[in-house]
């Protein structure tokens, strides 16, 4: 694709770009109204149909019709006991107002307490629809407190509830009312005007708004977790603002220079929107890896990257240039005073620079044993998944949670299943025998056997912990699996499969852990490729890929410290976690390599050709960093804020993700850029260009366009001294 050609269209016929842009958003908002909500789940399913995948297939099949309880009421007093007969009727009571809510299909007989104080009602809801959950919801508000009795509600569907809640509070308290205005205040003190300031964050909202259009035709057909909403946000303003942030510097840049408006909108696409085509390029492969893993929650958190990924990218090479057409100078209006009026090489960063270039191998050696440091405590990573234990206390599903847990420790709302497919003698006679088994182990409650109403299949279904994704509740499936069904069919033939939310989410940990190293050789691979085709150099692509990977291990090692590990927790206003989520190492790898692809790639060039026009690599070095600093310091900066709006919200998983992603990106622009990148390439020298004979014939990607000649006859970057976008 010639950006260059691209550009200088869609500057001549502004009004069809716009309107196409348009037509797309009314389109895409049309799409997300008709077919969004109801695509989206908060289930977590497996592709690689495993043992609890196959079981819960088989519960489905032959109990289909069966009522199981979904949720469970607790009924507590601090003074009456459970035999007391205003305890008696105040449950009656409570059992008759929820069957006029019209949620509940049926109530199951009371169970008391081991202590007398408190009563559990299982319950079956009608439909597992959001309006029978809020009803019962509202229902545990207003009664919670009368006379002296704490009312509490949990359960499978009401944490599902909640989960959502949150997931929306985060999107709309840490993204919309944190990132975007932390966002706008960098672009301001970048750019010193609000008319630029403003336009990335257009970009960033058109982006998003298409991309949820595009995202809501997929799950029409595909099943996408909730949280793909969430990402799409974050990435899409993230990625948005940096593409938008390249171009427009390098517009404005250009008409200093004296380029007529559209020539340097031409100048702009040659170099700016062709390095923003590259890098977006390889963000969406590196997303491609993610597409590999067998879960629809990493297949629907790749799928929201990549669609709004490749938005970003088409936005920003058609939409941006027709904008700056129509906008012209006026894109510096409204200054901001004493911000914005640096240009070209930065004198602290290029200081910086040539002082570790004095001292390479010591700058080296001390920045590399300060990640290494910082990675070490990823060793100690344990991965899990954020269970209702991990929701705010505000919650109705976890002010269950600690209900349950106090009064019932092991009558679980969302129990552990073992599914036979058999109908005969047999296998009733070993389901029974399991169920001995499991009444006489402490971490589960009272087993139920049930036959199928076909009369083909047993069903064990046994509470096994308050909150499903426990360390105890998985360390009872475990043994249920290791130690209780193997002792129970033994001898029997017949295949038992464990399965329930618990199962479920160790065999999903599992396919994290089997995918990971398949998902680093990928992505590794692929930047290794990229980089040598742009830069005809493996030293230049290897060292890069180290540096990566020194970044983002510390980010793994910062991430277990603080969550697992409970320092520093409290004071960043963090939720200390047993676990890491299983899917944010794999995430966390594959985001940060695409998004570190942009800075590399137009860092690495401004060396590349400060070097082919003076033939000194110390110089080209320093020079490269220097004026290259302040656009990519301010993406930096915009990226870290976008996540850091993650990181201040209430579910633990997206507080990991946005904190590493943040700490990562800080470490590649403060240590890694600064310090490894010059004191590495200062030591190599000559050898930094160095690709081997038998690799001459491949084909050399110009990223930054410099030997594209506009209509004026002069070259795009034959200026070495003019800073690159």
Do not use: C
């Amino acid at each position: 694709m010639n950006t260059e050609s691209l550009a200088r269209a869609t500057a001549r016929h502004p009004w069809r770009t716009i309107a196409a842009w348009i037509g797309a958003i009314i389109v895409a908002a049309a799409a997300v109204a008709a077919f969004l909500g109801d695509g989206l789940t908060t289930d977590v399913h497996l592709t690689n149909r495993p043992e609890s995948e196959r079981g819960f297939e088989l519960v489905g099949e032959h109990f289909r019709g069966s009522s199981f309880t979904t949720e469970v009421a607790i009924i507590r007093h601090d003074e009456l006991t459970v035999r007391d007969p205003a305890f008696q009727q105040r449950v009656e009571e409570l059992a008759a107002a929820a069957a006029a809510t019209g949620a509940v299909a049926r109530a199951d007989r009371p169970q008391a307490s081991p202590r007398g104080d408190a009563v559990l009602i299982p319950l079956q809801l009608e439909h597992p629809e959001a309006t029978n959950v809020e009803r019962l919801i509202e229902l545990v508000g207003a009664e919670n407190g009368k006379g002296g009795f704490e009312v509490a509600l949990t359960g499978s569907f009401t944490s599902d509830h909640d989960f959502n809640k949150v997931s929306q509070d985060d999107l709309k308290n840490g993204e919309l009312r944190f990132g975007v205005p932390a966002a706008m205040f960098v672009l301001v003190l970048v750019f010193g005007a609000l008319v630029a300031s403003g336009l990335p964050l257009l970009l960033a909202l058109v982006s998003i708004i298409v991309a949820l259009g595009l995202t809501a035709l997929v799950s029409a057909g595909f099943e996408l977790s909730v949280f793909v909403v969430n990402m799409l946000t974050g990435m899409g303003l993230a990625l948005g603002i940096d593409y938008a942030l390249f171009v427009v510097s390098r517009f404005r840049e250009e008409r200093e220079a004296g380029r007529e408006k559209h020539d340097a909108i031409a100048a702009a696409g040659a170099t700016a929107s062709r390095a923003v085509l590259f890098s977006g390029s390889a963000f969406v492969l590196a997303m491609l890896g993610l597409l590999l893993v067998q879960s629809t929650i990493m297949r629907s958190l790749a799928a929201g990257a990549i669609l709004v990924g490749t938005v970003s990218v088409a936005a920003a090479v058609t939409l941006l240039p027709a904008v700056l057409s129509l906008l012209g100078d006026k894109i510096n209006r409204l200054r901001i005073p004493y911000f914005g009026r640096s240009r070209g090489e930065s004198r602290m960063w290029s200081a910086i620079v040539r002082r570790v270039q004095t001292r390479p191998a010591v700058s080296l050696a001390l920045a590399a044993a300060v990640l290494l440091a910082a990675a070490a405590p990823a060793l100690t990573m344990k991965i899990g998944a954020a269970g209702i234990a991990t929701l705010p206390d505000r919650l109705t599903s976890k002010q269950g949670y600690l209900a349950l847990e106090r009064s019932f420790p092991t009558a679980g709302a969302i129990p552990a299943e073992v599914v036979v497919a058999s109908g005969s003698a047999e296998a009733r006679a070993a389901s029974e025998r399991l169920a001995v088994r499991l009444d006489q182990d402490p971490d589960f409650g009272a087993p139920n056997v049930e036959r199928s109403p076909d009369g083909e299949a047993f069903l064990v279904r046994v509470p096994v912990a308050a909150d499903p994704l426990s360390d105890r509740a998985f360390e009872a499936v475990e043994r249920l699996r290791a130690v209780h069904v193997p002792a129970a069919f033994a001898g029997t033939g017949l295949e038992a499969l464990v399965t329930g939310t618990t199962a479920q989410n160790i065999d999903y940990f599992d396919v994290m852990r089997h995918w990971l190293p398949i998902v680093l050789a990928f992505v590794l691979g692929l930047s290794f490729l990229l980089l040598t085709l742009a830069f005809r150099s493996i030293v230049v692509a290897a060292t890069a890929i180290v540096l990566n990977l020194l970044s983002v291990g510390a980010a793994y090692g910062l991430v277990v410290a603080v969550f697992q590990h409970g320092i520093g927790a409290g004071l960043l206003g963090f939720q200390q976690a047993d676990t890491i989520e299983a899917w944010v190492p794999l995430f966390l790898f594959a985001v940060l390599f695409g998004l570190s692809m942009d800075y590399q790639v137009f860092l690495l060039s401004r060396i590349r050709e400060r070097f082919a026009a003076t033939g000194d690599t110390s110089d080209a070095i320093a020079f490269g960093i220097g004026s290259t600093a302040r656009i990519i310091t301010g993406a930096a900066l915009i990226i870290v804020a976008v996540f850091s709006g993650f990181a201040a919200g209430d579910l633990v998983m997206f507080q990991q993700m946005g904190f590493g992603i943040a700490v990562a990106l800080l470490i590649d622009a403060t240590i890694v850029r600064s310090v490894l990148v010059p004191a590495v390439m200062q030591l190599l020298g000559k050898w930094n260009w160095y690709l081997p004979r038998w690799l001459e014939w491949l084909p050399h990607v110009e990223v930054e366009g410099p030997h594209t000649v506009l209509q004026d006859g002069g070259p795009v970057g034959s200026n070495p001294a003019r800073a690159n976008a």
